[in-house]
């Protein structure tokens, strides 16, 4: 594990039980995902390196934009979220939005009981086959599934399947590296 990682962890675990508690896990989501997109950017990560960079600047420059909403839970959603933004800042974590994003994605699926799933072919995969594949990934989990596709021509024909822990391979080049490997021993 890296060890990024293992510092957002307590960040994305207290993020999330802040939004939780709020009833407010879809915006913090969002707002997490708009300010790692931010954090992500190679001229954002220098500035948020250096040392004269003002905690309300940077806090101003990672909060996503206020919608039209007047709703007195958004405006105190964004207190709390902006409240967070200052705290990784006090600590220099701010580089460190790209995984606490993940994490909490990652615990909001969990809570939700849904399961995040991409499948990558080798070309474009029929709306019905994507359909069914997502029926029997959802008959194994026991969960729902959000998928996601990719094309990668590199696979040559068939798919692999990856959802969390677990990963199924029926690429035609996974099959041939297979069968090369047997052939070498």
Do not use: C
């Amino acid at each position: 594990m890296s060890q990024a990682l293992t510092l957002a962890r307590p960040y994305a675990r207290a993020a999330y039980a802040i939004a939780r508690d709020a009833g407010a896990t879809l915006s913090w989501s969002d707002s997490l995902a708009f300010a790692s997109r931010v954090a992500a950017d190679p001229r954002v990560q220098s500035l948020l390196g250096h040392p004269q960079l003002d905690r309300g600047d940077a806090v101003a420059l990672l909060s996503p934009p206020v919608g039209n909403s007047v709703d007195s839970a958004d405006l105190f959603g964004n207190d709390l979220f902006s409240n967070f933004l200052a705290l990784l800042a006090d600590n220099r974590r701010l580089p460190l939005l790209p995984e606490i994003a993940g994490l909490f994605e990652e615990l909001r699926a969990d809570a939700e009981r849904i399961v995040k799933a991409r499948i990558t072919s080798a070309t474009a995969m029929p709306a019905a086959e994507v359909e069914s594949i997502k029926i029997a990934l959802k008959r194994r989990f026991g969960r729902e599934v959000e998928l996601e596709t990719a094309v990668d021509a590199s696979l040559i024909g068939g798919a692999v399947i990856d959802a969390g822990d677990v990963v199924i391979d029926g690429s035609l080049k996974n099959k041939l590296s297979r069968l090369q490997t047997a052939l070498a021993h």
